[in-house]
Every structure is written in C-alpha cells, then in structure tokens.
C-alpha cells in the first residue's frame, strides 16, 4: 500500500454482486490475484455456424472458468488486507477535482457524505460515473448490450465452451454457454439485442431453471482519454475491454495496476495535473494498447460478416492446417495474432470478411 490511505467505494452492499460476467480468464488473471473461485478449467471451444456445423479448438493451457462473485471478493479481500477503507453501499453522487485535490460526495446507507482525497481512479464501470461528470463530453463510441443467465443444466462436455454464430443467436457479436460444474451459463451479446436471440441459445439446452439473471452494457472500444486532472480511468470506465470478447478482468486488473503506479509516482513527484498523469495511458497502452486497436478493427469487420459467409468461412477454418494453428496460437487475451495468421494461410477467408456474402446467395 506505499503507506496511503486508499477509500474504496463500493455501491451495493455487497462486493462481487449482482454478478454480470462469465467470467473465462487465462492463467496471466489467476497469477494477477491468487483467487481461489475456480470453479472449472476449460481446454477448448465448440464453435457453432449458422448451418449447425461446428469446429472444435483445443489447447494444452487452461481457461479458467470463475465463481465471479467469489473471486472479487478474494480481490477485494487483498486490498482490505492492506489496508485499503471498503465502504459498502456507497453510491458516488459528485465527483469534483481542484488543484488542491479532489472532493467525493457519496451516499452511505442513506446518509450523504463527503471525502477528500489526492486523486481518485474511476474503476466505476460501464456507467461510470467518475467519467460522467469529470470527463464531460466524451463517450465511449462502441457498446454492446449482453444477457446471461446461470442455469440449472450440466453441459455434457465440460471441457469447452460452446459460441454460437450468426443472426439468430446475435447481431454483431455471439452467444455462448459456458460449464460451471454442475451450472451452466448461457448468454449473447451484440448491438440492439432482442430476447429472441437469447432463447435461440438457451432452448438448445432444453430451457432449465434459471438461477440468476444478469444483463447490462460491455464498452468494447477505448475512451479517447483516460486520465485527468488528479482522476484515471480503469477497465470498463475507459473502455479498457477486450474487443473480440468483451471480457474485462485482466484488462481491468493490468489498467488498476497501472493506475496505482502511476498515482504513487505522481505523489513521490507532487504532480497530479494531466500533463503527469498522461504516463497511466502510455504504461497501459504499451502493455496492450495495440492488441485493443487491432481487436477493435477486426471486430468492425467480424460484425458485418453475413450467416452466409460464416457458413463457407466454417468450411475453411475446419482445415486441418488452419485448426493446427488456431490451436497452436490461439490467446484469449492477445487473440489478434492468430486472426492474421489465419487469414493469411487462408485468402479466401478474407473475401468473406471484407465483402460477406448476401444471406441466400453461394450457399
């Protein structure tokens, strides 16, 4: 903790719920932060086209598959453990930042309250407030809507995820069901989502119970500034998320690592003005700022690509050299190189990326 205070204000009353992730993380998240909520490890993919056809990916490492809930409390457990002020229930009214500092205005089980700080790092989500009113003006410029549920089904296969492609299971982006032991998690995402795309999954499975339903926005493309005066941004408040995936663990656990380096470098140098402050977005980007950009393009192209064009693009990446190297490189983290490769093994793919072929037509 370098000796700071550190105040964590957390808006509901408990940490790590309502849950709202599915949360498939690589070893690098497992390193990060010492969780024990593995609930499952996961070695492969189904990959499902529009046609019903399927590929299946498999690598030696592992994906990890989390009890959400569980593993942000276990980091929330090493903050407190530090040190860091957890106040629960605390919702963010007013954020103000100054030259002498920073003033918070937040509700505490209802009672409103004011605290000053040296800085403040926005780590406030997909509708984060700290951005809201102290990045006035900027959006975030792409933003999927996701639906998931935790269900009372056992996938048969519970070594790999199933994804789900095409216009009947999302617009723009995918559907998925993910083993959790003895639950499973079903859910898509995309642009204007429907229910109707949600169902098309999840009567696959025979429509079980649901235990909890989850729902909300996933930022999928960066802000276009993340830091301030005297305020950073992290994870999903600066749209720090994978593009191709949506997942924002590790992105979000690397941003906060960053943040707070670059906060105790500010204090050691007296220096919280923006001109300081801009070193969190160059340490971040650095890390995995190219990834996110190249993501971001592919995910433009991957959007536009038609059910017919996924059904001929399935027949292609079933090759056995094109498995071998999806298999080989694949990263779910740093995915974009195994997307070039591939393309670049495989021509042909790329016509169906660039100019996707018309639904009904070269079937």
């Known amino acids: 903790m370098k000796g700071f205070r550190v105040l964590q204000l957390e808006e509901h009353p408990s940490v790590g719920k309502p849950v709202e992730c599915t949360g498939l993380v690589s070893r690098r998240v497992i390193e990060m932060s010492r969780t024990s909520s593995v609930v499952n490890m996961v070695h492969g993919a189904h990959i499902y086209f529009p046609d019903d056809d399927s590929i299946h990916i498999r690598k030696d490492e592992e994906t990890y598959v989390l009890e959400r809930d569980r593993f942000d409390q276990d980091v929330s457990g090493l903050a407190t453990g530090a040190g860091t002020d957890l106040r629960l229930s605390s919702t963010v009214r007013n954020v103000e930042s100054g030259d002498e500092g920073v003033r918070v205005t937040f509700r505490e089980d209802g009672d409103l309250r004011e605290e000053?700080?040296?800085?403040?790092?926005?780590?406030?989500?997909?509708?984060?407030?700290?951005?809201?009113?102290?990045?006035?003006?900027?959006?975030?410029?792409?933003?999927?809507?996701?639906?998931?549920?935790d269900c009372a089904v056992k996938m048969d296969d519970q070594d790999s995820v199933n994804v789900y492609l095409g216009s009947k299971y999302s617009k723009g982006f995918f559907g998925w069901a993910a083993p959790a032991d003895d639950l499973s998690r079903i859910g898509t995402a995309g642009f204007g989502m429907s229910r109707e795309k949600f169902i098309s999954i999840y009567s696959k499975f025979g429509n079980p119970s649901k235990i909890t339903i989850t729902g909300g926005p996933i930022p999928i493309s960066t802000l276009e500034r993340t830091y301030g005066n005297r305020v950073l941004l992290a994870g999903d408040a600066g749209g720090i998320v994978k593009p191709l995936s949506g997942g924002g663990i590790y992105t979000g656990m690397l941003s906060g690592q960053k943040a707070a380096e670059?906060?105790?470098?500010?204090?050691?140098?007296?220096?919280?003005?923006?001109?300081?402050?801009?070193?969190?977005?160059?340490?971040?980007?650095d890390e995995i700022g190219k990834e996110l950009s190249r993501d971001l393009r592919i995910q433009k192209m991957f959007a536009r690509i038609s059910d017919a064009s996924f059904n001929e693009m399935g027949r292609k990446l079933s090759s056995p050299g094109i498995m071998k190297l999806i298999n080989d490189l694949g990263d779910i983290d740093y995915p974009s190189s195994v997307v070039f490769r591939v393309l670049m093994k495989s021509p042909s793919i790329v016509r169906h990326v660039l100019f996707p072929v018309r639904d009904g037509i070269g079937k």
């Open 116 to 149: 000053s700080a040296m800085a403040v790092i926005g780590a406030d989500g997909a509708n984060s407030i700290t951005r809201k009113i102290l990045f006035q003006g900027m959006k975030i410029a792409r933003v999927i809507s996701a639906y998931q549920i």
């Open 262 to 285: 670059t906060l105790v470098s500010a204090y050691e140098n007296q220096d919280f003005t923006p001109a300081f402050l801009r070193r969190y977005e160059k340490m971040w980007k």
